[in-house]
């Protein structure tokens, strides 16, 4: 079964939003995410992008869909209306499914938010976490499970500081 990654930006308290938005705006941490989440390992191959319904509402309109992948939106509403290139899922597992066996994905990354993270950690095909360590306690709302504790850090980069705030980015991986 071909693995997917999760990439999320959490403060302290794994906090990841707040009042349906993010509690934090960061233009290296934003141009991180494109990167990471647009940059197929393959040429040809474009990544796909997995988020809720209330992860997508909370991209800015003039933003969406997120350009260069392919986005999946995850709603048991069948009414939603979504743009005809935005796949819709009533579920991880199925949303899952079919991207897995398409040729023409590269990675799958799942931005968000909380109860698909929480789904998505303990699949035994989610591989790797690239986390956004933003430095502070924002009150936030919604939270990334700490389940993610059970992966190995593989890797930590220098803080940046940006605005006033300091983060720095992280890569887990599945032990074993």
């Given at each position: 079964?071909?693995?997917?990654?999760?990439?999320?930006?959490?403060?302290?308290?794994?906090?990841?939003?707040?009042?349906?938005?993010?509690?934090?705006?960061?233009?290296?941490?934003?141009?991180?995410?494109?990167?990471?989440?647009?940059?197929?390992?393959?040429?040809?191959?474009?990544?796909?992008?997995?988020?809720?319904?209330?992860?997508?509402?909370?991209?800015?309109?003039?933003?969406?869909?997120?350009?260069?992948?392919?986005?999946?939106?995850?709603?048991?509403?069948?009414?939603?209306?979504?743009?005809?290139?935005?796949?819709?899922f009533s579920d991880l597992e199925r949303a899952l499914e079919c991207l897995q066996s398409r040729?023409d994905l590269g990675k799958i990354f799942i931005i968000g938010g909380a109860e698909i993270f929480?789904?998505?950690?303990?699949?035994?095909?989610?591989?790797?976490?690239?986390?956004?360590?933003?430095?502070?306690?924002?009150?936030?709302?919604?939270?990334?499970?700490?389940?993610?504790?059970?992966?190995?850090?593989?890797?930590?980069?220098?803080?940046?500081?940006?605005?006033?705030?300091?983060?720095?980015?992280?890569?887990?991986?599945?032990?074993?």
């Amino acid at each position: 079964m071909p693995a997917f990654s999760i990439i999320a930006a959490v403060d302290d308290k794994l906090g990841i939003g707040k009042e349906g938005g993010l509690p934090w705006h960061l233009f290296g941490d934003l141009k991180y995410f494109k990167n990471m989440t647009t940059l197929a390992v393959l040429p040809g191959k474009q990544n796909a992008v997995v988020m809720g319904r209330k992860t997508w509402e909370s991209i800015p309109e003039k933003f969406r869909p997120l350009a260069g992948r392919l986005n999946v939106v995850l709603s048991r509403n069948e009414g939603i209306r979504l743009p005809a290139e935005v796949l819709r899922f009533s579920d991880l597992e199925r949303a899952l499914e079919c991207l897995q066996s398409r040729s023409d994905l590269g990675k799958i990354f799942i931005i968000g938010g909380a109860e698909i993270f929480e789904t998505a950690l303990i699949r035994p095909d989610c591989s790797e976490l690239f986390i956004t360590r933003v430095r502070g306690d924002f009150s936030c709302d919604r939270f990334l499970p700490d389940r993610f504790m059970d992966y190995q850090k593989r890797s930590q980069f220098q803080p940046v500081k940006e605005k006033g705030y300091v983060y720095h980015f992280e890569h887990y991986a599945r032990p074993g």
